[in-house]
């Protein structure tokens, strides 16, 4: 994962499964790009670029845009609550596609999940937004092993769109995941919090290396920043 400015970034490497542009437009149509609507820190736009050291394929299946490299993959689905009668609705239908779409290619270990909704604690009791989400995507996901539960980000955003924002990181099935207790389980309810930040190791071209995937919005939001001036997209081939 890297970090670049958004002027110098022109068409995407053969080997990025996803690139995040912070409140601006994606510069192209290339169905990798994926917009955040939440505000940087400061006024310079970055780019949030995820490779995967090898190249990538891109495929679209309606709402459902993803890339995958045969090792890793990413996903990202956006949905209209309006269109599906709600964001509960709405939700349920986006984690049905995502459970759909796990075994399609070779990568069916769900490595961290991130969510983006408007107005997430709008509501009062159970009528609150997030709990009408959560309640969604338990439907969505169906009978689930606990101990396969990715980490999760719920992040609120508050523009007024009613936009369900998921989108996801995955491996294939020999990559080990560690967990810290750093943060309060997403899905397992009132249970020990236990699948949180995403530490992934996996051999690689090189040997060995430890991978980690960060959080884009927490980074953003919390005004950390890795900036690299000067540099375009097509540097060397780079693992998160």
């Known amino acids: 994962m890297e970090y670049l400015p958004l002027r110098d970034c022109g068409a995407l490497p053969e080997d990025a499964l996803a690139a995040f542009v ?31 050291g090898a190249r990538v394929r891109a495929e679209r299946h309606g709402a459902l845009r993803c890339a995958t490299s045969g090792r890793w993959s990413a996903g990202c689905i ?5 269109e599906h009668g709600g964001l509960e ?6 984690y049905a596609m995502l459970q ?10 769900l490595l961290r999940v991130w969510n983006y909704l408007d107005g997430i604690n709008t509501g009062d009791s159970d009528d609150e937004r997030y709990r009408r989400f959560c309640a969604g995507r338990a439907a969505g996901l169906g009978p689930f092993p606990a101990a396969e539960l990715p980490a999760a980000t719920g992040i609120g955003r ?22 810290e207790g750093q943060q309060c389980a ?5 249970e020990p919090a236990a699948a949180q930040r995403v530490a992934l190791s996996a051999p690689v ?7 980690f995937a960060g959080d884009a919005a927490r980074r953003h939001v919390a005004g950390v920043r890795h900036r690299k001036r000067g540099r ?3 540097r060397a081939p780079r693992r998160f």
């Open 205 to 211: 071209r090189a040997g060995g290396a430890t991978i």
């Open 158 to 179: 508050r523009d007024g769109s009613p936009r369900l924002q998921v989108y996801w990181l995955a491996g294939a099935p020999d990559l080990e995941r560690n967990h």
């Open 78 to 82: 956006e949905l209209d609550e309006n």
């Open 22 to 52: 912070f409140d601006a437009e994606p510069p192209d149509e290339d169905s990798r790009w994926i917009r955040v609507g939440l505000a940087p820190f400061g006024s310079e736009r970055v780019v949030e670029l995820w490779r995967a």
């Open 89 to 94: 609705a709405a939700s349920m239908v986006a």
């Open 186 to 190: 997403g899905h397992a309810g009132g």
């Open 232 to 234: 375009s997209c097509h």
């Open 100 to 109: 759909a779409s796990r075994g399609r290619h070779g990568t069916p270990h």
